[in-house]
């Protein structure tokens, strides 16, 4: 995956807005994506997954698309939260449930 | 959701020696694996703990290196071997279904520090 270091994209929202975080995923063939939550101090948290097989999946306040034709994958997240306050990696699954980790991206919610 | 548990949470080691980390999973589960997220990173997985068999290393990581057993359908260990201030990293475990793509969850890391 992309190694990012110290140096996380960073998506900065206002408490009650909503966020749109985005990861564009290598392999044309992979066929299952999850999105995680990882707070600080702990491992990652499942929120969403999609198959290949369908463009869009709502879960509670959660939306995630799917653009397999760019490899594009976004989560959305309404009325962010400053429980919200996480670094958020997208996962593609390709062989035998092995996953690919994106690079990540911090979400900053302001009050 | 399975529950997984990891022993130790933390450690600091000083080069040269090893630390062994347990996964506990509190029901049967067909697939385990180990992550390895170095600091300010994403997540790389250093192999699949097969049951039974020797493990599955992805390209990178050696057995002689990241020696891992799993006796059962429960429980798994990752040794890091002969560690280097490189190998600071937290290490995480976790289990998911096949085939079905059952989503996979994590263990809470083990947090290694050496010195």
């Known amino acids: 995956g992309e190694s990012v270091g110290l140096h996380l994209p960073t998506l900065s929202v206002q408490e009650g807005d909503n966020s749109i975080i985005n990861c564009a995923y290598s392999n044309s063939a992979s066929d299952y994506f999850i999105w995680y939550k990882q707070e600080s101090g702990k491992g990652p948290q499942f929120i969403i997954d999609i198959r290949s097989n369908m463009d869009k999946r709502q879960g509670q306040r959660v939306t995630v698309l799917l653009n397999k034709t760019v490899k594009h994958l976004s989560l959305q997240i309404a009325a962010t939260q400053p429980g919200d306050s996480a670094v958020y990696f997208c996962a593609e699954n390709n062989a035998g449930n092995k996953l690919t980790f994106g690079g990540g991206t911090r979400v900053l919610v302001k009050p | 959701s399975a529950v997984i548990s990891q022993k130790p949470s933390r450690d600091i080691c000083q080069r040269g020696t090893s630390l062994t980390i347990q996964c506990q999973v509190d029901?049967?589960?067909?697939?385990m694996f180990w992550y390895r997220q170095q600091p300010g990173q994403s997540l790389t997985l250093i192999a699949t703990?097969?049951?039974?068999?020797?493990?599955?290393?992805e390209s990178g990581f050696v057995i002689d290196k990241f020696p891992i057993s799993r006796p059962n359908l429960t429980f798994s260990t990752l040794t890091v071997s002969n560690m280097s201030p490189e190998d600071s990293s937290i290490y995480l475990c976790?289990?998911?279904?096949?085939?079905?793509?059952?989503?996979?969850?994590f263990g809470p890391g083990t947090r290694l520090t050496v010195l």
């Open positions: 029901s049967q589960v067909t697939m």
């Open positions: 703990a097969n049951q039974g068999s020797e493990a599955t290393y």
């Open positions: 976790s289990v998911g279904g096949y085939p079905a793509y059952n989503e996979q969850f």
